[in-house]
């Protein structure tokens, strides 16, 4: 077998970047191009603003209402990277209803990738909505601008939701550069540390986790904390007992 055939039948398993071909003592043209690229993807990610516009009108042509609009105390995206404190901080929550008694609240935040908005959440929230309402209540849709998880406390809080899910733009890396994460604290509050949370990465059909099957984990976890009273590292996901059949690159925590 020749190396090319060996590095061949490796590559289909994984988005890594392994067996490169060189040129002489560097690597060859067309990776170092294709590596340049995919940085420039992971910046831009990080450094865009999401576009709203574009994201509530995906939302309200799926039939899921239109969203309130929410930002953090953040001016901008480079203030963003340098202030993660302001990023968990909202500027005003008084257009918001407050004390709904619903169930669930779900906050779409930029986070550290916009585009990923754009590209899977109002696909990801129409799997929620249709895999969480016939059982549970939800509150009106939020939308949070320059945002970091812990503002969806904040959000969750003055909606009065026993649940909160926070959809975010994950960390960009060098092979995908607009991956979801959805961050789960029940009984959401100011203060809640990242232990009181659960967590479902690598949201990003059809390399990562799918729409649905995310939904059905979520559903797992909502029920759990539910009849736990609590979420984060006592909570499990039992998804995976329910749905044996269910299979994907799933990260919890």
């Known amino acids: 077998m020749s190396d ?28 170092v191009l ?21 994201l509530v009108a995906d939302l309200e042509s799926r039939g899921l209402g239109t969203p309130l609009l929410v930002a953090s105390q953040v001016a901008d995206r480079g203030e963003y990277l340098r202030r993660p404190d302001l990023g968990r901080q909202p500027r005003d929550l008084d257009h918001l209803p407050r004390d709904t008694g619903a169930d669930l609240g779900i906050v779409l935040a930029d986070g550290l990738s916009g585009q990923a908005l754009t ?8 799997a ?26 904040h959000v969750g809080a ?3 939701v026993e649940t909160v899910l926070v959809l975010v733009g994950e960390r960009p890396g060098l092979s ?31 390399d990562g986790l799918d729409h649905a099957h995310a939904a059905r984990i979520v559903d797992a976890l909502v029920a ?20 044996a059949a269910a299979d994907g690159p799933v990260t919890l925590s």
């Open 4 to 31: 090319d055939d060996f590095w061949a039948a490796l590559r289909r398993t994984t988005q890594s970047r392994i067996g490169l071909g060189r040129a002489g003592d560097t690597m060859a043209l067309g990776d």
């Open 158 to 160: 003055h909606l009065g």
């Open 34 to 54: 294709a590596f340049r690229a995919a940085h420039a993807q992971a910046r831009d990610a990080v450094h865009v603003p999401v576009d709203v516009d574009a």
């Open 224 to 243: 759990g904390a539910r009849d736990l009273g609590e979420s984060g590292v006592r909570l499990k996901d039992t998804s995976r007992s329910l749905d």
């Open 176 to 206: 995908v550069p607009s991956s979801l994460g959805i961050y789960l604290t029940h009984h959401p509050r100011p203060g809640r540390r990242d232990s009181e949370r659960n967590c479902i990465s690598n949201v990003h059909p059809p």
């Open 119 to 126: 590209d899977h959440a109002p696909a990801l929230v129409a």
């Open 128 to 153: 929620l909505v249709e895999r969480l309402t016939p059982r549970y209540s939800l509150a009106p849709l939020v939308v949070a601008t320059n945002a970091r998880v812990a503002l969806g406390d």
